[in-house]
């Protein structure tokens, strides 16, 4: 880490220099990964530069992403480009709220993943896993992320909102389909909210698609409330004044769960079974625990303590391939980092994607090597140089949900499956709000025999 003698006034750290006009805006959406690797390289611990939008510092020290999420979070919000990015999407549910809004919504909400309650789901998660395994047949070549999308969002949806959605898998994964490459355009970047592109209007048609859908089961729960499903406790929730919330509120909640709760999961899922399928020798160490732990039984959450290399396998995933690979912050009031000023408005951004392979906190940072995760390593670490569900109040309410739901699916595929990536299949990855593979990830599902087993 730089040191943090004072600087002169003014003084800016050093940075990329961009173009007129466009700044820095072309080079990242054409190779956000090499972007953010390269400035991070290049110009070390905290980087400047100007775009049209304003100043941005990309921090690439986790002690200065520290600062930022948890030790002065109450200095920072979403911000305008998050805001620009998700707000057409997720509207003013917890992932986009700030201040009071946001801390009594993230409260009403936070009892559905109390640790109790998320055990309880553990069943539901491998009926589901069962299920859409039951559609695959030995030797046939799947959409492994079209598969792991519709089967997190049904995960979601039963838990949270003690709803079926088969009906909507398609309306729900096209909607977000539509968000993601829309967040990619250039245009949205570089025009002004207000401009119509066409891309805007991509995203207004898909938002009335998935309204129609949240509006109807939140409609299904008001004629028949559920226990403790969580949009019956929205129905029920009422402020500090006796006011109930607004069903505009609710359906930004429940549309901010749905999307936020599946996409990042399914992806965590697809990439380590891509990541799986370039380590053999992974998946049989993999696979061996699965046999001597579970000897062919549906996993349970019983078993979860026993299945240490399975979660290391999923930690390694999630370092080398975060879902989430880079968040932003927007200042409130100056801060000072690294001995620079950081002015109102600036955008910080932090990229898991750039810290999770420093190789300053991981030897031989770009192998895939579950090992690495020995006991006492992540204890070693610098505390934010592994994030990928982020830290501080605004930290992720659903991390321990996907890692159970990561760790069961995981299991539960491989102690039946050897899936063998199709050749010539690259990985190529969107850098918007999730890292998600541009092209269909096919995958050739064999059957382990009995006797592989
Ligand atoms: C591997 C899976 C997941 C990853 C990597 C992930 C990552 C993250 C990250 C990095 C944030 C912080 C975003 C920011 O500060 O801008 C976040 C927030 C959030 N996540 Fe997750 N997430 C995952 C799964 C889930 C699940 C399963 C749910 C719900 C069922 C969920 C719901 C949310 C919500 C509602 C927020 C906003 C929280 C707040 O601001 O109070 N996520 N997630």
């Known amino acids: 880490m730089s040191d943090d003698t004072t600087r002169a006034p003014g003084e800016t750290p050093p940075g990329p220099d961009g173009l007129p006009l466009v700044g820095n805006q072309l080079a990242y959406v054409r190779d956000p990964y090499d972007f953010m690797t390269r400035t991070a390289r290049e110009y070390g611990d905290i980087a400047h530069w100007e775009d049209p939008g304003g100043p941005v510092y990309q921090l690439n020290h986790p002690e200065y992403i520290e600062r930022v999420l948890v030790q002065n979070n109450q200095n920072y919000v979403k911000g305008e480009q998050f805001q620009r990015t998700l707000g057409p999407v997720t509207g003013n549910g917890i992932l986009n709220s700030e201040g009071e809004v946001w801390r009594r919504n993230r409260h009403r909400i936070q009892p559905a993943f109390h640790p109790d309650r998320i055990r309880n789901y553990a069943e539901m998660m491998t009926d589901e896993t069962e299920a859409l395994l039951g559609d695959w047949a030995d030797g046939e070549t799947r959409p492994v992320h079209e598969d792991m999308m519709s089967v997190t969002l049904r995960i979601v949806a039963r838990a949270l909102f003690g709803v079926d959605i088969d009906e909507h898998v398609d309306t729900i994964g096209s909607a977000l389909e539509e968000f993601m490459v829309a967040t990619e355009s250039l245009s949205n970047v570089v025009l002004p909210p207000g401009v119509p592109t066409p891309s805007r209007r991509r995203i207004r048609r898909a938002r009335e698609r998935l309204d129609r859908v949240v509006t109807e089961m939140i409609a299904k729960r008001r004629e028949d409330p559920g226990e403790d499903d969580v949009i019956s406790m929205l129905l029920s929730a009422t402020g500090d004044d006796g006011t109930a919330m607004s069903d505009d509120q609710i359906r930004d909640e429940v549309t901010t769960l749905l999307l936020a709760g599946h996409e990042t999961t399914a992806l965590s899922l697809t990439l380590t079974m891509y990541a799986l399928s370039q380590h053999p020798e992974v998946e049989r160490q993999l696979v061996a625990e699965l046999d001597s732990v579970l000897d062919g039984r549906t996993p349970t959450m019983a078993d979860l303590s026993e299945l240490t290399y399975t979660e290391r396998v999923v930690k390694e995933s999630m370092r080398l391939y975060p879902p989430v690979p880079g968040i932003v912050r927007e200042p409130v009031k100056p801060d000072v980092i690294g001995g620079y000023e950081i002015p109102t408005g600036a955008t910080v951004r932090m990229h898991q994607w750039v810290v999770h392979r420093d190789p300053r906190w991981y030897d031989d940072p770009l192998a895939f090597d579950p090992d690495r995760w020995t006991d006492g390593f992540e204890e070693s670490l610098p505390k934010?140089?592994?994030?990928?569900?982020?830290?501080?109040?605004?930290?992720?309410?659903?991390?321990?949900?996907?890692?159970?739901?990561?760790?069961?699916?995981?299991?539960?595929?491989?102690?039946?499956?050897?899936?063998?990536?199709?050749?010539?299949?690259?990985?190529?990855l969107m850098a918007t709000v999730t890292a998600r593979p541009k092209h269909e990830i096919p995958m050739t599902v064999h059957r382990r025999e009995a006797t592989d087993q």
């Open 384 to 428: 934010l140089a592994y994030f990928p569900f982020a830290a501080g109040p605004r930290r992720c309410i659903g991390d321990r949900f996907a890692l159970l739901e990561a760790r069961l699916l995981l299991a539960t595929v491989y102690q039946r499956y050897h899936l063998e990536l199709v050749p010539g299949t690259d990985l190529d």
